[in-house]
């Protein structure tokens, strides 16, 4: 690290993605899905999402098949 505001801006970053690796756990604990699904797993069919905020109105991108199936299925909607 060169300077304080370098590690102070890099201890942020890793806070933020603490809490977000902290959620999916959570939601996968609370679904029991921790026995089928791994956090990276999650997060690496989550990555091919985008969302799109166009006049105003966010709405999701083209989503693959499989990252379709298993947001609506497994995680979020069940």
Known sequence: MRDDKQLEGFLFVSFIALQFYYRIYGK???K?????Y???DVIEYLKRV???KILGKTQFAE?????QKAYQTYWFNR
């Open 63 to 67: 989503i693959p098949k499989k990252s």
């Open 28 to 30: 996968l604990i609370e």
């Open 38 to 40: 791994s956090v990276p």
């Open 32 to 36: 029991e899905l921790l026995n089928y």
């Open 50 to 52: 985008h969302l799109l």
